[in-house]
């Protein structure tokens, strides 16, 4: 029997566009018994060069830089959006319209004014929509979530979630689209904080309030053009947070955070148990079980290394192996195999729209936060 033929139109083609693609076409080696058969349809780019080179490198069978060609083709199903923030709102609207499917990189957009109208337009449509959060799909995050679930580590009391790295540090480094505002809507709170807002949310459940401080450590800089230019993007950003269950947390974003890669770091403490995981380290998920047998010679109490590494429940984790260190492209390849699943079954995946709409929800309490040196309401934005 044919396989169901899931055409795409992927916008944008720098570090995402490629990734995905990556993604797109490395399914068959995760998951040998795929029921769809994916397809680069088209890409579209700034420049036809660029486009030209996806298309003879990668396969893809159109390229073009009017991403309409790509949203009003009827033989298009799922349109990816990996392009630079402000443009996600008018080729989200545009692309819901159409009634594609659609997966659409962090953060949603530059507003929680814009995220609802977008949530609006697809509830209206009904596309399924798919958002990449990435992390959520590393093994150790997955059996992280798979202890809270089953009660593991009770009730949580605090988290520290971190996301650095030292990519701002260098002043002589010209500032790129994600340091300008003017292209990115926000600064690393959109880039790096959404990524963990969102791992706290699907982790430690809704965030009930914010008090936020964010920083520009490098006033000017050179601009994107090499002339000096002054930075209007925050560098980092500090949010205290509540949770709606009572824990109380940190989650901070940063690029000034000499020294770091690409850092990741979770620790939740429950009454129960805590967990702490390292995207540089991120075979492992570190386990302590508040239960386990303290004595004699410290019995068994202390933090568990639970060798996560890539196994994948079914029908992933076969190759290239279960015992494979699994590595940060496959949160992309499982994060892009559930929305693509999702499509061919019929149901909304898992992130979806509304995590895009709660993320840009936080990340806005927290810009406001900010503004205004007062704690916010996460639920209605409103003092406190
Ligand atoms: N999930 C992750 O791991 C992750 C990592 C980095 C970036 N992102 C997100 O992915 C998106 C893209 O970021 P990136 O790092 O790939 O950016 P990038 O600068 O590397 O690439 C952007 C691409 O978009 C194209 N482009 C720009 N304007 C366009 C337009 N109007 N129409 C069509 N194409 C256009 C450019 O030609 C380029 O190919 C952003 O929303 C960003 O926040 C996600």
Known sequence: MQKKKLKIGMLGFGSMGKTHTYAIKNLPFFYPSLPFDAELFGVCTKTPEKAEYAKNTFGYGKATTNEDELIFCDDVDIIDISTPNIYHFETLMKAIEAGKHIYCEK???????????????????????????????????????????????????????????????????????????????????????????????????????????????????????????????DEAFYMLCTLASGGVGTITASKVHTGANDDVVLEIYGEKGALKYSLMDCEWLHFYDNEAKPSPLGGEKGFTKIECVGRYDAPGGVFPSPKAPVGWLMGHVTNYMEFLSSVYEGRQPCPSLSDGVYVQRVMEAGYKSDTLRRWIKVSDLSVI
């Open 107 to 233: 953060p949603l957009c530059i507003s929680l004014d814009e995220a609802q109208k977008i949530e609006n337009a697809a509830k209206k449509k009904g596309n399924i929509f798919g958002m990449v959060f990435n992390n959520r799909f590393i093994p150790a995050i997955m059996r992280a979530k798979q202890l809270i679930d089953e009660g593991r580590i009770g009730r949580i009391l605090s988290f520290s979630a971190v996301y650095y790295h030292s990519s701002a540090t260098d002043i002589n480094k010209n500032a790129g689209w994600k340091q300008n505002k003017d292209i990115c809507g926000g600064g690393v709170l959109f880039d790096l904080g959404s990524h963990v807002i969102d791992l706290v949310h699907f982790l430690c459940g809704d965030i009930e309030s914010v008090s936020a401080k964010s920083q520009i450590a490098y006033p000017t800089r050179c601009g994107m053009n090499g002339e000096a230019w002054q930075t209007n993007a």
